[in-house]
């Protein structure tokens, strides 16, 4: 018997050597793919393209007037499309690809070569990496939809996303995700502060002001048609958010639970700041304020969610909620400007408060995770403030010009004709009501 014992235990020790000797690739395979973090990167990717469709476009059509609600509806829908097959074909490779740099990724990956079912990125198939990536430049163009909507014409509305998410949203998130030089440089945008919501909130102001205000405003009252829709869509965009946020940890792990437990709280902050602002202001609170809030309480704390702890992520809700509240009921009256559904003062204004805020809070003498060695708050601040006034200044300039190449080409913009029956009937001979 005692023999016998010692020659399975031999046998089992030559099994392993061969093993080891033989077969290293193998066991580094298994060891490289984390099935529990694959599950939660495609969970999160189907949540952040829930965000889009059908929340933001629940969001938009709510807050539009009737004779529009569609046609904000078919215009997610369709940067959901576009933005899609232009991924495939090259903005994953200027985005994600080889530096080269600090400026741009390599055409290496463009329509997807050499990304196999075998292909992994860091712990996930690089197919699951590339979609949870391909669902943030899908809602960023679409962000900028509120600032101009009901009068950009569709064919015009294609021409600038198409070219907005070419040479803003690709370059802009390869400077920041992708190894190029605001990353190097420093800059923290855990998942998306500066690469989509200052980037999306410029390029709406940007819009707003080159194509001018709609008809009849400010002197007719343009009041949503359905804030039930708004109130339905601003609830997906806060459960989708999770799936943003969390998700960028790119892993289920303590950060990712952080992550999506400092969303919440944020979110909360920010909704009940601006519900008591207006309700001193105007006496009453409203549906739309408490919905805006919590939106501008998701956007600001984007950039900060893997890094900053609870209070901190209250600090930064509340303060979302306060100057967001005045960029759309005081700076947009003031300036005469018609950021329609409030792109601009929501995301651009709020991605740029949670950007700032988040190289405060950040530091482990406030309960973030703490800096890098040697980097002061004051000097993780100025980098955050550098990072965002670049991105500021090259959307601004790139998408002023590209607005301007297609308004000279195509013209940018619905007749006075069209503007009053409502796009859905002039462009797309549709309702989205039907009252008969």
Aim: charged letters at 10%; a neutral charge.
């Amino acid at each position: 018997m005692m023999r016998m014992e010692k020659t399975v235990a031999g046998a089992c020790v030559c099994v392993g050597a061969v093993l080891l000797i033989f077969a290293p690739g193998m066991a580094l395979a298994q060891d490289a793919l984390s099935p529990g973090d694959t599950a939660w990167m495609l969970t999160s990717t189907a949540l952040v393209l829930f965000m889009t469709i059908p929340g933001l476009s629940l969001f938009y059509a709510g807050m539009v007037r009737a004779k529009n609600a569609l046609s904000v509806m078919m215009q997610c829908f369709v940067i959901t499309c576009v933005v899609t097959l232009l991924w495939v074909f090259y903005l994953y490779a200027l985005a994600f690809g080889d530096d080269v740099n600090g400026i741009i990724g390599n055409l290496d990956k463009a329509f997807m070569a050499g990304i196999s079912k075998d292909s992994i990125k860091g712990v996930i198939p690089e197919t699951v990496f590339s979609m949870f990536q391909l669902t943030f430049a899908i809602i960023t163009p679409a962000l900028v939809v509120g600032a101009f909507a009901e009068r950009m014409k569709f064919s015009a509305l294609l021409w600038f996303m198409a070219l907005w998410v070419t040479f803003v949203y690709a370059p802009v998130a390869h400077w920041v995700w992708g190894g190029g030089w605001l990353g190097q440089l420093g800059v923290l945008d855990f998942a998306g502060g500066t690469v989509v919501h200052i980037n999306a909130g410029v390029a709406g102001l940007v819009a707003a002001l080159v194509m001018g205000k709609r008809n009849g405003y400010p002197q007719h009252p343009m009041k949503p048609s359905n804030l039930v829709l708004t109130m339905v869509g601003a609830g997906m965009l806060w459960v989708g958010w999770f799936g943003f946020n969390a998700g960028s940890e790119l892993a289920a792990d303590g950060v990712a639970g952080m992550a999506m437990a400092v969303t919440q709280f944020a979110t909360a902050a920010a909704a009940l700041t601006w519900m008591f602002l207006e309700w001193m202001r105007y006496g009453k609170p409203s549906a739309l304020g408490l919905a805006s809030g919590a939106v501008a309480g998701l956007v600001a704390i984007t950039p900060a969610s893997g890094y900053v702890g609870p209070m901190g992520a209250i600090a930064i809700g509340i303060a979302a909620g306060l100057i967001c509240y005045f960029a759309v009921v005081k700076a947009k009256r003031a300036f005469g400007y018609d950021d329609s559904l409030d792109a601009f003062g929501v995301h651009g204004v709020g991605g740029f408060v949670g950007a700032i805020l988040t190289g405060v809070f950040a530091d482990s003498s406030l309960g973030g995770v703490g800096l890098k060695e040697g980097v002061s708050m004051g000097g993780q601040v100025m980098t955050q403030l550098a990072g965002a006034g670049v991105t500021i200044v090259y959307c601004a300039a790139v998408s002023f010009v590209l607005l301007k190449l297609i308004d000279a080409a195509i013209g940018l913009r619905a007749t006075a004709e069209q503007e009053q029956e409502g796009l859905d009937l002039a462009l797309h001979d549709e309702r989205g009501y039907n009252l008969t």
